[in-house]
């Protein structure tokens, strides 16, 4: 392939989305997210609580914006997802084209609900509604953690014809658990005769495996964990792909929920910027990746191919690890918890930080 192809290029060749995992509205004024998306073949874009709280306590981009909106006597959360609900529109209509290109299927801008709704299934579908209605763009997805509490407002919001970016997944029963709460929406629909072309992705996070195994594995099997799990929930996702259930939907209309890899960015310094971009490039799947991740991953000029639709070898290696003494399945669950108080506590910095800024923007 000519040495002028981006790395990103030939992932997406090999049915892969590529999506950037942040947004500023520097990158909106500058050009930078136009220049990913021309440059780079990136289809998308993901954002989260910590995402928003760096853009908008760093420098001024944000202070002209927040002096309006506090002239009109918004404060807070509701000032917040206003000026999150500006970029994000902004980045939809970047990708407005892609988007219809796809048929909907790619080109898509996420929005996440306040991460202290997690355990509270009703106000998370009050607040999914509302954002969506507000944002007006038929290509966000709204963002709701799959915990316990969020399943059924997935099921919910899917019947609903609200597109879902399912997050903070770690093993494959929470993806499986995601996938099936989305599943029973379409059925749902199905059932009364609804348009079944309601998009979802179902987002696992994987990076944060290794970091949380560093001290505990010998160095032969450390960083291969995540790449482990990943590898079996992409092997549960072409299962479900092939199954009874799902066939009968997408014979109605239904799409696949794709499998979407988050947390792809390295937290061991030792290892090469693209360790788990290349790992587990996929068909039918997305990566997410902050731009670090994505300028390492356009400098590649070669790829390895699609990793295996069996998982290869990840349950020898899971087999290992285990052996090692890491439980799994304990391991997933905590690591659900401590992304959600993780995001519990970004938002809580945002809303401290936004509130400072409001303040020195009000006295200006």
Partial sequence: MSDSTPGTALIHRLGQSIWVDNITRTMLDEGVLERYIRDWKVTGLTSNPTIFQKAIADGDAYD???RTLLAEGCSGERLFFKLAIEDLSRAADLFRGVHRETDGVD????LEVSPTLANDTEATLAQARELHAAAGRSNLFIKVPGTPEGLPAIEQLTY?????N???LFSREQYLAAADAYLKGLERRLHEGLDLKVCSVASLFISRWDKATESD???DLRNRLGIAIGQRCYAAFTDLL???RFQALKAAGARPQRLLFASTGVKDP???GAYYVTALAAPETVNT???NTLESTAALREVPGAQPADGGTCEAMLDRISAAGVDLDALGERLQIEGRDAFDASWSSLLSDLGRKSAAVGAA
């Fill in 242 to 244: 092939q199954s009874t």
């Fill in 64 to 66: 002209g914006s927040i």
């Fill in 160 to 164: 609903e014809g609200i597109p879902v």
């Fill in 107 to 110: 080109g898509w801008v996420s």
């Fill in 289 to 291: 990746m902050p731009e």
């Fill in 217 to 219: 594995l010998p160095e």
């Fill in 166 to 168: 399912v997050t903070l």
């Fill in 270 to 272: 030792s290892l090469p």
